[in-house]
């Protein structure tokens, strides 16, 4: 079909008021201009079709795409989930500055790749996420697919670890196929459990094939899309797997200032009475953003189900006391 076809049939889903042959239409369209290796024009139809309107979060849905999901041969099991997260937004990422900063350079550098391409320049589209469990690296890529106005791409490792030989490598294939040819945010959480060191005496030729493997798909990779692997145990990851990609960011637990924020953000559906932020934020040092989030609707549940509909210092004194103990269990 050809481009005028397709934007007259654009123009009579839209006047019928059809959005899913809207939807059909407009990714026919993006494929197209992909194929006419117009790159930039489709990464930005693609972005403006699926980017808030006028600034308003559209009612969540499950993006459309022609090409099946790949699936595990012998479970069946996806190995992959395609999510569009709208409502998101930088403001709502609580980060150390300097962790911030080099996650709007990643954004600004896949915005400007045109821009880029003339100094015979690359944006920085494999990135590792480090930091204990709870920092944000997960958040993080939501928000970041949901500024670029791209679907996330979850990888589903649980899938893709498989008992028969060889069909890891063979999974781990199909998703670098299934990502080669669109523009999607690619998240790859918990990517140690793939990309353990090979010297590990404690693991088997199998693994060190599949690292092997992953190198090589992760080397070969030409597509348009942000590749974003998270890590929990940066130790263990194979030291081949550090030069390939071509940027590192660190997620620290938060600082007193953050963990204020934090505070102010989690607990604000309940009225308060004279909490003493500076006492709980120094109460909460090492406490993960995640554990923030548990401990504050943990002592709001306190406070509710004894019958008030106000928040004390003593709720959160409480709910602080058993996030310590959990603390100590995960240590």
Known sequence: MSTNELIKKLFIAFSKKDESEFYKYAEELIDLEKRKKHNILAKELKEALYSNINGKAKKERRFRTNKPIPRDNDTGFPLLEIKQYDG?????????EKTKYELEQIIKGYRSNEILATYNLRPKTKVLFCGLPGTGKTFSAKVISCVLGLPLVLVNFDAIISSYLGETA????????????????????????IGKNRDDHHETGEIKRVVNNFLMMLDNFEGESLIIASTNHPHILDPAIWRRFDEVVNFPLPEPEQREQMLNLFLKPIKKDDINYKMIVKETDNFSPSDLKSMCKDAM???????????????????????????????
Request: net charge negative; hydrophobic share 45%.
């Open 170 to 193: 063979s999974n781990l294939r199909k998703v670098f196929d299934f990502i080669k040819d669109d523009f999607w945010v690619v998240l790859f959480d918990e990517f140690d459990i």
């Open 88 to 96: 998101l937004d930088w403001e709502q990422l609580i980060l150390p």
């Open 301 to 331: 549940l306190h406070a509710i189900l004894g019958g008030r509909d106000t928040l004390t210092n003593n709720d959160l004194i409480y709910s602080i006391n058993k996030y310590k103990k959990r603390l100590e269990l995960r240590k």
